[in-house]
């Protein structure tokens, strides 16, 4: 998603064409924006708990909070082509993320889980603020857990606006999906973390939910953290 569109590809993949990569931007109201996301946040909560309340009622020890503070480095564009042609270079991310996980299933010798999960994080050099929430799925396998979250986030700003002779980019969008996997260890309560995260409009996969926004790059991030269970 985070790759350029197949008619800008030819013109913004080395980045070499001004006027080709300048596009607008319709910004929405900021509490329009932040509403959406809250409602679509609020619901997947009340669906996944809806969805879980037989197994969380049958094994009520077993259903978990999660709470992590991630340090790592994003950067526009990440997974681009020609990205060591980029304007844009690595900048230092931090966050806190939190999630509720319900068990569902016994699968193999580990077990299936489902819960909403929200985050905020100060993004591009630990500038730019973005909350987010959506669901979370993972799998728990002994000390080891897999983790897989779908859902959407704002930012304040746009991240990685370029306005130069050489190249101009509007940048990352501030309303974009929220993806991320990540790899957990536990040690008694607490937990070690690695994982990739990836924000985009959607536009290249015909799912842009916000709309009006033009090219959208994607903003990657790779991260580790350190965690406590409740």
Sequence with gaps: MGSFSPSMSGRCRRYQAVSACKVGDAVHPLGDLARRIVLATAWMVILATTAVAPSAIAH?????????????AGVVCGICIDREASPWRGKATAQIFADRLFPVASIGEGTFEIGPYV????????????VGGGMAAGYQLGKYEALVNVGAAYSTERIGEVRSPQFSSPGQTKTTYDLGFTLRYTIQRYFLSVGYQHNSN??????NFVGGKGVNHGYDNVFAGVGIHF
């Design 60 to 72: 009520p020890y077993e259903a978990h909070t999660d709470v992590e503070f991630r340090l790592g």
């Design 202 to 207: 959607g536009r290249d996969l015909g799912i």
């Design 119 to 130: 985050k905020g994080a100060l993004l591009d050099g630990i500038n730019i603020p973005q």
